[in-house]
Nanobody
Framework: VQLQASGGGLVQPGGSLRLSCAVS????????VGWYRQAPGKQREMVAI???????AYADSVRGRFTISRDNAQNTVYLQMNSPKPEDTAVYYC????????????WGQGTLVTVSS
């Protein structure tokens, strides 16, 4: 499985940013995908996941501001980040697992998002 994340960068508080992750090497429709993040000095945490049939889950801290989606024709998962806050600053990782697996075992290289004015 290969996951290539892109779209990170500097964004102002209250702005918007969209992360993309191109996934290859798998039958994308059989996989759950999502985003995790790790802020400096903090543990890695789940941000949002979308399963193979489109069910979604979000961390409480981003629910209502971030939206995860997937395009099965393009083998791509997105994270739309609206109204980001400085505490959203982190390296964001794209993740994937087969729908029968318990844990996300495939991780991308990460893309840095910095929320600052």
């Amino acid at each position: 499985v290969q996951l290539q994340a892109s779209g990170g960068g500097l964004v102002q508080p209250g702005g918007s940013l969209r992360l993309s992750c191109a996934v290859s090497g798998i039958i994308f429709g059989d996989y759950d995908v999502g985003w995790y993040r790790q802020a400096p000095g903090k543990q890695r945490e789940m941000v949002a996941i979308i399963d193979s049939v489109g069910w979604t889950a979000y961390a409480d801290s981003v629910r209502g501001r971030f939206t995860i989606s997937r395009d099965n024709a393009q083998n791509t998962v997105y994270l739309q980040m609206n109204s980001p806050k400085p505490e959203d600053t982190a390296v964001y990782y794209c993740v994937a697992k087969h729908r029968w697996s318990a844990e996300f075992g495939s991780w991308g290289q990460g893309t840095l998002v910095t929320v600052s004015s």
